[in-house]
Every structure is written in structure tokens, then in C-alpha cells.
Nanobody
Framework: QVQLVESGGGLVQAGGSLRLSCAASGRTFSSYAMGWFRQAPGKEREFIAAINLRGAGTYYADSVKGRFTISRDNAKNTVYLQMNSLKPEDTAVYYC?????????????????WGQGTQVTVSS
């Protein structure tokens, strides 16, 4: 069992930055690939970024490539999402999720454990 708790969301102006953190419980964090998803009101859940077990491989949605960076610290059981050059369309609830041996990092069905989400609001 893995419990995930996101933090770091908030209100920011367009062009600003935020760093989200996702702290995981348990001693098996390093055996999970981690992903970030987001969901805006009235929209489907959207893949944002993912990182493999040791952090050597990262994957991004085209909508955030070059602006967002995912990283992880296995010693701290934490995964991060650095978000720069934020746009109003980035406004959503952001979720972190854990998956073992995913075949498709962008498919939310690959992820077994989810956090409760953190709200990110970008004003224009």
C-alpha cells in the first residue's frame, strides 16, 4: 500500500512558477513509477508528466513540455513537479499517482495509487 499526499498548489499569476510535491508513505517508493495528472472542471483527467523508478526516464505531455519538470528523490520518498511559465489553461486540480511497471505512462489506468489532489489556479 502506498499513500500519496500532494502539496504546493496555490494561486499564481500567468508567467509565474509553482513547485508541487508529492510525499509517499511506505518503504517501497523506489519500486514505483510516478506520474502527475490534472483535471480541470468539466474536463477529463489529463496526463502531465511521469518518471521511472530511478528518475532516469521522464515523459511529458506536449502541452507542458519545456515548461514543467518532473523529478524524484527516492531517499525522501518524494516526487516533484516544477511548473514554470504558467498559463491560465494550466488551472486544474493536480494529482500524483504511483504505478508498478507501467507500459503506458500516460494512461491513468496504469496507476494504482492516487493522492487527494492539490489545486493550482493561474490568473491572467
Amino acid at each position: 500500500q502506498v499513500q500519496l499526499v500532494e502539496s504546493g498548489g496555490g494561486l499564481v499569476q500567468a508567467g509565474g512558477s509553482l513547485r508541487l510535491s508529492c510525499a509517499a508513505s511506505g518503504r517501497t517508493f523506489s519500486s514505483y513509477a510516478m506520474g502527475w495528472f490534472r483535471q480541470a472542471p468539466g474536463k477529463e483527467r489529463e496526463f502531465i508528466a511521469a518518471i521511472n523508478l530511478r528518475g532516469a526516464g521522464t515523459y511529458y505531455a506536449d502541452s507542458v513540455k519545456g515548461r514543467f519538470t518532473i523529478s524524484r528523490d527516492n531517499a525522501k520518498n518524494t516526487v516533484y513537479l516544477q511548473m514554470n511559465s504558467l498559463k491560465p489553461e494550466d488551472t486544474a486540480v493536480y494529482y500524483c499517482a504511483a504505478a508498478q511497471y507501467p507500459h503506458r505512462y500516460a494512461d491513468y489506468r496504469e496507476y494504482r495509487y492516487w493522492g487527494q489532489g492539490t489545486q493550482v489556479t493561474v490568473s491572467s
